[in-house]
């Protein structure tokens, strides 16, 4: 019997992403395969500036994709927050599996919640989507800009540079600093990023094999929810650092999802919620992002972009 080729699976290099590349590699070694991990530093790993300002879209993404398409690495695995809506030239998500939390989480070593910080605390987040949500909650806080990966963010809270910090739940979740989460934020207070929680599993569309292999790892229910979102995304023209949220809820094949989109001074909120069947989920995105601009979406996006 022959055995199965090495699947080379591209990754960044942070403690998060390790965790989720090689859960990714255990996953398909379970299946039988043989996994390299080739770690791949992306322009965002070197960037120093903000996010925002340097623009952010496809950053910590793109390297890995223009690796998948040279033939360097079969299998990239990106954080699907971090991954640019339109699919690369000859790429495609093959699956997601099941996700993590999707909510943001406050973390303070001296505050219990966002409530309960004094008027002009220093909050760190370098997200545009946090940062409005969090000015339309409370205009009278201080956002300031944080860069680096959670472990670096936490170090700078716990120094002093910061009252608290936003960060991804399902990122402190699975590098099992869950104790540090002082708080997490529901929906009505932070729609999470489009795609947050989620692992897109990322390969060359014409590669059979290792499609046929990867696909083993999708999960049906967080795929829908997930490209829901991108699908509505993708109908704003908006990025993955525009100021606009998404969540998604399913009970009975009946799959929900709700858009928000903010003013980056968190002064104006557009919100769009509807319903359909699950397999239509592509549909809902396109929908929702139409009521969304119905409303005066398109405004907002444009003038966050300018």
């Known amino acids: 019997m022959t055995s199965s080729p090495t699947i080379r699976l591209g990754t960044r290099g942070s403690k998060l992403a390790m965790w989720q590349s090689t859960w ?7 299946l039988g395969c043989s996994v390299e991990l080739i770690q791949i530093k992306t322009e965002g790993d070197v960037a120093t500036g903000s996010l925002s300002q340097i623009g952010g879209q496809g950053l910590f993404t793109k390297r890995l994709q ?9 299998l990239a ?15 495609s998500i093959c699956a997601i599996p099941q996700r993590e939390t999707t909510a943001d ?6 505050y219990d919640s966002l409530q309960d910080l004094p008027a002009a605390a220093v909050v760190g987040t370098g997200s545009v989507r946090r940062a409005a949500q969090i000015r339309h909650l409370r205009s009278d806080l201080k956002i300031a800009d944080i860069r680096g990966n959670v472990d670096t963010r936490l170090r700078k809270l716990d120094e002093g540079d910061y009252d608290a910090i936003v960060l991804a739940a399902a990122g402190l979740t699975r590098l099992g600093w869950q104790d540090r989460i002082t708080a997490h934020f529901s929906p009505s207070e932070l729609l999470p990023a489009v795609g947050q929680g989620a692992l897109g599993l990322e ?5 059979k ?23 509505m995304l993708r109908a704003l023209f908006a990025g993955c650092l525009a100021p606009v949220g998404a969540v998604t809820a399913v009970a009975n094949e009946t799959l929900t999802l709700t858009g928000v989109v903010l003013s980056t001074d968190g002064q104006t909120r557009i919100e769009a919620s509807l319903s359909t069947a699950i397999d239509q989920y592509a549909a809902l995105g396109q929908r929702v992002a139409k009521e969304l601009v119905e409303k005066g979406a398109d405004v907002l996006l444009k003038a966050a972009q300018a």
Do not use: W, Y
């Not at 690796?67 to 690495?73: F, K, P, S, T, Y």
């Open 105 to 110: 989480a406050l973390v303070s070593n001296k």
């Open 77 to 91: 695995v990106h954080s699907l927050k971090d991954l640019p809506t339109q699919d690369a030239d000859g790429l």
């Open 203 to 207: 390969t060359r569309t014409d590669d």
């Open 24 to 30: 990714v590699k255990q996953a398909l070694e379970g």
């Open 209 to 231: 094999p290792t499609n046929s292999i990867v696909s083993q790892l999708n999960h049906s229910e967080s795929f829908c929810s997930a490209m829901a979102e991108r699908h």
């Open 66 to 74: 223009v690796a998948l398409q040279n033939g360097e690495v079969d």
